[in-house]
């Protein structure tokens, strides 16, 4: 009787449930493809020459394109633009556009990048991802007010010729092209709604394999498939269906009763799913490491610094502390390239692990400091959970190992950052993640002077190894300069890599096809499509 | 009465005018700048962008254009979420906080006052201190972790009602339910105890002595009185409530006002935090000048406009 | 059986001695308000299972750290979030966390850091917030307007703006935690106080008090604050759990105790993140926590009811 009345509940609930969800008046054909998602939090804004975060990121990703679009295997390929011409010495890039249509049917013109791109250098519009633009000559002259609007160096000589003049020979500009700054927009429509810009679904447009359709601020958005775009036949998804959702916990319980078919999870959820096929770990290009600042006495001396990094275990806190990560293996995580070829693989991994060793230097460097005890060390931390474990694990093991007391200090990550800045810390715990597919995102941060290199570590080979690459267009010389530095950098522990970062994702089995990224935007869905369910 | 509607509306606006004012003093000095790519902005940039936001200016003076755009109802532009509009923001994230707040604290008043009278009518009986335990559980579970029982019990391991989301009615249930928690657990106690006082005194003999029926007696006398500390404890309660609650709406994946109030502060979001502050107060402010005219009307005993007068 | 009246005789007909104002004397022995508390508090049972379970959870949080081999912060990593009904060598008798730190000691050692901002925001509450709401109500008229003013300003100022400030002077850790608390903890107390003030202060007694001449002091300690004290403690019984919860809430943005350090709302922030993986490591400190609550309880209703002078026998 009462199982009856539970079952007949259940029943009516659910039917309920089923009937809310087609509330919107569509069948739930089975041959309709939808994805269900989660997001971790509200995107803060689709204005691609201001937009700062990853959620944006994501989205913009899927709803326009730029002249390349990073594929499954994370190589620049051309989307709006059909092909490049690049000039002998590497500093001038002519992109030929494909016929290629806005939503509205308008067709996308160099000019929208022009426009774009110079929008987002205008000081006005108060873009804080600007100087991504500044390998453009005269980008970063008139960002910071120095220079002039029409000394930049991007023209378009046709509506379909776009010429892009650079300060240097970089190698990795076609995959800035793929960033979300690098996106073209609509001078009309810009104008047309100001401020409001990209703030609602009907305040933009888009040229990418998906639309917005949808976005209720804060709870959710929908984007379905654009029939404008070029490539459409490739685009198979016709709806992905995204809920705001913030909790991990929370996300687990919508995977499991079927409201979402991907999800984020944290590393406490991996032993549950370690023999799923359903647990994805993406790699990401972000590094976490121990920042000693060199301005202490004691992280002064090398031995000590270099005593931290041995005694620690990384390998213990990426399968048993957070679980989302692979030990380091130097400054640049694994997953970057140079040179068109893995950047690790020919590297190698500078990281050395070994307690004996580490007690030994900790005693010799005291004594060459000629100091008798480590003092009690603070270490500034991050507020976040994942990090937080981290944290107090390494206290305990650096006081195993070298003896060391450590004290955790965690405060607000923006005042960890003002001390950082000021160089108010002993040790910090900091991570960085790359902008672009290239080691010179992670290693220029350690050159002396540089506003990031928090730490004042300083090198004069470093510096000079670092500034050549920068300009040189020898890109075979450059990949090998870049390992020398990053070398000198880890045998002189400027600072203490501990572990690459992953994302963790819970996936139904009939998802197929996302392509998911390591740096830039996280997810691509134009490939994406539903099968077995 | 009129006059002293008048005074203390004037008292409220010296008052919002004065959180207000202190607020923004102490939130410039928070660390760091409203600029959400701050560590890896360049320095120079940095600059810059402060400058177009005005921020570089002296703080008297931002202080007092922000209070020129306050009087005239402007709140101003998010920092974060892109120049929206912190109004809508505030509204937005309101209308989903106050649903759950006012069902939280209808089912939980009603609950509470009940629990609270039954228990004081048969005091000392198992009806009582099963009232007791349930309302001491109420304050000692966290609503966090009660929130995440129900949403995994109910939600998932039972799916009776929908884990999370913001959908519908049904949606609101768990949360609701989470919440109202402790306002049963408080209302019940206050009740509880007031009613135990109330009822031993001479007005209540009387009451009876004429031959009131008990009913009567309970609700025109005894309940009434026994509202004095409840009705004090509900105003900050309810307003807390209608605006939100971080982890409940975590939990929930609801679109409310806890979280966004937390992440102004914890991004310097400035013009957001005077938002919600200034609203919040706004809420504060008028709900205790209602609780001070409800003394009157429960217990004409008590005159607020100058006992000295 | 008939009496010889005769056996009557005058002389038993004495008058009794009779001592002035002897009718007037109470035979059983005078006791003083709170002599009578004090008797009325120990035979009340529920009130002291509530003391002897506080005392105990006292003791425990004192002793119960020491009771095995592990402190608060020794980790293992090979023996991670283990629970307490797996058989496994090794004494972990409540099996451990996520770095495996032994979750035995981490709750009483967590116990011991909650009684303590417990007892900080009782105190500070009875102190501060009577006080505060005592004389709002009583003095009344412009006096209450101006305080109640003041109160709804402290309240109004967002606390997390204000604690994250106090931390950039403070070093994060217990004493900032008190600080932050000491801010506006006591409100809702001193609205409380206030709100019966305002009402007893029109009683019948009150004014035959004030009639027969009693001063303010007087009038406080003798009649007012007696009778408002039910309501004082059963805000007293939530203030307690607000003020764990609140450190808890100080932890969960990050800016509680100095990790390792843990209390019963740290310990409950950490579990329930993996509440639907490992159960027991929320479900422990929660048990704990209510345990404490519910003896806080007993205990409170013990004392109002032995506090509550219309109560006395």
């Known amino acids: 009787m009462g199982k009856k009345f539970t079952m007949t509940l259940a029943l009516l609930l659910v039917a309920s449930m089923v009937l809310t969800a087609c509330g919107g008046g569509q069948s739930a054909g089975g041959d309709k493809q939808v994805l269900n998602i989660t997001e971790t939090g509200e995107p803060p804004g689709l204005d691609s020459a201001v937009t700062t975060d990853q959620i944006s990121f994501d989205i913009l990703n899927n709803v326009t394109e730029g002249l390349y679009r990073v594929d499954k295997n994370n190589q620049p390929q051309p989307a709006i633009a059909k092909d490049v011409e690049i000039s002998k010495d590497k500093k001038t890039y002519t992109f030929k556009l494909r016929d290629a249509k806005w939503s509205d049917g308008k067709p996308v013109k160099a000019q929208d990048f022009e426009y774009a791109w110079k929008r987002a250098l205008d000081p006005k519009s108060k873009s804080q991802y600007a100087y991504i633009l500044y390998p453009i000559k005269g980008a970063e002259e008139y960002n910071t007010d120095k220079g002039d609007k029409k000394d930049v160096g991007v023209k378009a000589l046709d509506d379909k010729t776009l010429e892009v003049k650079l300060n240097d020979p970089i190698p990795y500009f076609l995959t800035l092209t793929t960033f979300a700054t690098y996106r073209p927009q609509r001078e009309d429509i810009v104008e047309k709604h100001g401020k409001e810009y990209a703030q609602d679904p009907d305040k933009m447009v888009y040229n990418g394999p998906f639309v917005m359709s949808e976005w209720k601020h804060k709870k959710s958005f929908q984007l379905k498939k654009n029939d404008k775009y070029w490539d459409k036949d490739a685009v198979k998804l016709d709806e992905i269906n995204a809920n705001i959702v913030k909790e991990t916990s929370t996300e687990v319980n919508l995977y499991n009763t079927k409201k979402a078919d991907v999800i984020n999870v944290n590393g406490e959820f991996v032993d549950k799913y370690k023999d799923s096929k359903e647990l994805v770990k993406v790699p990401e290009a972000s590094n976490f490491y121990f920042q000693f600042n060199t301005k202490e006495k004691v992280f002064s001396n090398e031995k000590i610094r270099k005593a931290f990094s041995l005694a620690i275990e990384r390998k213990t806190i990426t399968e048993k502390v957070t679980k989302d990560g692979v030990p380091a293996q130097g400054i640049v995580p694994i997953t970057l390239d140079v040179n068109g070829k893995n950047y690790r693989e020919q590297a190698g991994n500078m990281i050395e692990e070994d307690e004996e060793k580490a007690k030994k230097l900790l005693e010799e460097g005291l004594e060459e400091l000629d100091m008798d005890k480590m003092p009690s060390i603070e270490l500034l931390g991050y507020d976040r959970e994942n990090a937080k474990k981290t944290q107090e694990y390494m206290k305990e093991r650096l006081k195993n190992v070298l003896g060391v007391n450590v004290e955790i200090k965690i405060v607000p990550f923006k005042q960890k950052l003002d001390l950082e800045n000021a160089g108010d810390f002993q040790l910090s715990f900091a991570g960085w993640g790359a902008d672009y597919n290239d080691p010179m995102t992670f290693l220029e941060l350690w050159v002396t002077g540089n506003p990031y290199n928090r730490g004042d570590w300083s090198n004069k080979e470093y510096d000079k190894l670092i500034k050549k690459s920068q300009t040189n267009a020898d890109y075979e010389e450059r990949a090998k300069d870049l390992i020398k530095a990053e070398k000198i950098a880890m045998d002189e522990a400027a600072l203490a890599p501990l572990y690459d970062r992953q994302r963790l994702k819970l996936q139904k089995p009939y998802v197929k096809g996302i392509a998911r990224h390591p740096f830039g935007a996280d997810n691509t869905y134009k490939w994406a499509y539903i099968e077995g369910k | ?309 | ?313």
């Open chain 3, 1 to 313: 059986m008939a009496m010889n009246t005769d056996q009557l005789s005058p002389e038993l007909f004495q008058p009794a001695e009779r001592e002035q104002g002897a009718e007037e004397a109470v035979s059983r022995k005078r006791l003083s308000y709170w002599q009578d508390v004090r008797r009325r508090f120990v035979s009340n049972k529920g009130a002291m299972i509530g003391l002897l379970l506080i005392v105990i959870i006292g003791v425990m949080s004192l002793v119960g750290p020491l009771m095995n081999d592990f402190t608060y912060s020794d980790q293992n990593t090979d023996m991670m979030n283990i629970s307490p009904f797996e058989k496994i060598e090794g004494d972990y008798w409540l099996g451990t966390d996520h770095l495996g730190r032994d979750l035995w000691t981490r709750i009483w050692y967590g116990a011991g850091i909650s009684l303590l901002i417990a007892i900080i925001a009782a105190s500070l509450d009875l102190v501060v917030g009577v006080t505060y709401g005592a004389i709002s109500g009583y003095m009344g008229g412009k006096v209450d307007d101006w305080m109640q003013r003041l109160v709804e300003v402290l309240v109004g100022v967002p606390q997390l703006v204000v604690i994250i400030l106090l931390l950039i002077w403070l070093e994060p850790g217990i004493f900032a935690i008190a600080l932050a608390l000491a801010l506006t903890g006591w409100v809702n107390m001193s609205r409380i106080v206030r709100a019966q003030m305002l009402k007893l202060k029109s009683q019948e007694y009150v004014l035959a008090a004030r009639t027969l001449g009693a001063n303010t002091r007087r009038m406080l300690t003798k009649h007012m604050i007696p009778n408002v004290m039910g309501p004082v403690i059963i805000t007293l019984m939530f203030t307690i759990p607000n003020a764990i919860f609140f450190e808890a809430f100080l932890g969960f943005i990050g800016l509680g105790l100095r990790p390792p350090q843990a209390s019963l709302g740290v310990l409950l922030n950490d579990g329930y993140q993996m509440l639907q993986l490992y159960p027991y490591q929320c479900l422990l400190p929660a048990t704990v926590l209510s345990l404490l609550m519910f003896s806080f309880n007993l205990l409170g209703d013990g004392l109002r009811d032995a506090l509550d002078p219309k109560l006395r026998q």
């Open chain 2, 1 to 309: 009465m009129g006059r002293f509607v008048l005074k203390r509306l004037i008292y409220m606006v010296i008052t919002l005018w004065l959180i207000a004012t202190i607020t923004f003093f102490l939130m410039h000095n928070l660390p760091g700048s409203p600029l959400q790519n701050e560590e890896k902005l360049p320095p120079e940039l940095k600059e810059i962008i402060l400058k177009e936001y005005g921020l570089d200016k002296p703080l008297p003076v931002q202080y007092v254009n922000y209070l020129g755009n306050l009087i005239t109802g402007d709140l101003g532009n998010s920092y974060k979420y892109d120049g929206r509009k912190v109004t809508d923001m505030i509204m937005d994230g309101f209308s989903a906080s106050a649903t759950l707040g006012v069902q939280a604290i209808s089912f939980g008043v009603v609950v509470g006052l009940i629990l609270g009278c039954v228990a004081a009518l048969r005091r000392g009986t198992w009806i009582d201190s099963g009232a007791t335990v349930l309302s001491v559980l109420g304050v000692s579970i966290p609503s966090f972790v009660l929130g995440a029982l129900l949403s995994y019990y109910v939600g998932v391991e039972l799916q009776w009602l929908p884990p999370a989301l913001w959908e519908g009615w049904e949606y609101t249930i768990l949360p609701s339910l989470a919440l109202s928690f402790l306002v049963i657990a408080q209302i019940a106690r206050y009740v509880r105890t007031e009613m135990l006082e109330v009822l031993g005194q001479d007005y209540i003999k009387t009451a009876k002595a004429k031959g009131l029926g008990r009913p009567a007696v309970i609700i025109r006398h005894a309940l009434r009185n026994a509202l004095i500390p409840a009705i004090t404890i509900m105003a900050p309660l309810t307003v807390a409530l209608l605006t939100g609650t971080l982890v409940i709406e975590q939990i929930f994946a609801i679109p409310g006002m806890g979280y966004m109030f937390v992440d102004s502060i914890q991004t310097n979001d400035f013009t957001a935090i005077m938002g919600v502050t200034m609203f919040y107060s706004f809420l504060l402010v008028v709900s205790i000048f209602i609780v001070d005219i409800l003394y009157g009307i429960i217990d004409p005993r008590i005159r607020l406009t100058g006992a000295k007068e």
